[in-house]
């Protein structure tokens, strides 16, 4: 039994199918990725996972530690264990640094401020009284959420998108904090389109137009990133000699 269990699930928003009957096992302490082209349903996926309003109108059923979370919103989720973060990290004017991973910390032992700072690469003395407002870029707020999360010490981390307005240094600080969460036990799921990603994962599943439609190693799954197009019965799929790699 997986530590996530994603059986039949599907979702319709505004009478169009985003998700479509999509069976996902993801076994506990390991990396896994979603890939897929944008629009593919993958943030879809992870917004339903997580319980986010908009999104808990779901068919099928998920299943948490063996939990059915049907009913269950964010915050009971998170309270569960669970915890995603965003490919665009919020703003919160007039809140700092500090005392938005207080806040984190409280509900979790992952360390202290400084440690969950320095593990993604932000000096604590130049960050922990500064602002999550407009003054810190897209990168240093996504950096600041990681640490959230590390500070939280959850048993689910979500990660949209995780290279998204990051730079090369950067990235492996994100990478460092992937190795800490699987260190403890922790199971990881990355939302991506991006091989250089896809190589931090031990399993990977590959979504297309809302469905999934491989699973297996890295390696079984890398030939999607060249140009290859996945055989499947959807009506919108690529044709073959179309040469594209979005099937």
């Not at 009957?21 to 990725?33: E, K, V």
């Not at 991973?101 to 969950?116: F, H, M, P, R, T």
């Amino acid at each position: 039994m997986g530590v996530l269990e994603l059986e039949d699930l599907s979702l319709s928003l505004e009478g169009k199918r985003i998700l479509d009957r999509i069976n996902l096992d993801i076994w506990g302490g390991h990396i896994h990725a979603i890939v897929g082209p944008n629009g593919a349903g993958k943030t879809t996926l992870s917004s339903v996972v997580m319980g986010l309003k908009g999104y808990q109108d779901y068919e099928g059923r998920i299943r948490f530690d063996g939990r059915d979370m049907r009913g269950l919103g964010v915050d009971e989720r998170a309270r569960a264990g669970m915890s995603l973060a965003w490919q665009e990290p919020a703003r919160f004017e007039g809140l700092s640094v500090e005392m938005f991973l207080q806040a984190s910390l409280a509900g979790g032992n992952g360390g202290d401020l400084k440690e969950v700072l320095q593990r993604v690469g932000l000096d604590p003395e130049e960050y922990l009284g500064r602002n999550l407002d407009r003054s810190l870029s897209g990168g240093e707020r996504k950096k600041i959420e990681l640490a959230s999360i590390l500070a939280m010490h959850p048993k689910l981390v979500l990660l949209d998108e995780p290279d998204s307005g990051i730079d090369v240094a950067s990235l492996q600080h994100i990478f460092g904090a992937l190795k800490h969460f699987k260190s403890y036990g922790a199971t990881v799921l990355l939302i991506t389109h991006s091989a250089t990603v896809l190589h931090q994962a031990e399993h990977a599943f590959l979504m297309c137009c809302g469905r999934e439609i491989m699973k297996g190693s890295v390696d079984k799954i890398l030939p999607y990133f060249e140009g290859e197009c996945i055989p499947c019965d959807h009506k919108n799929r690529p044709e073959v000699n179309a040469g594209e790699g979005t099937g």
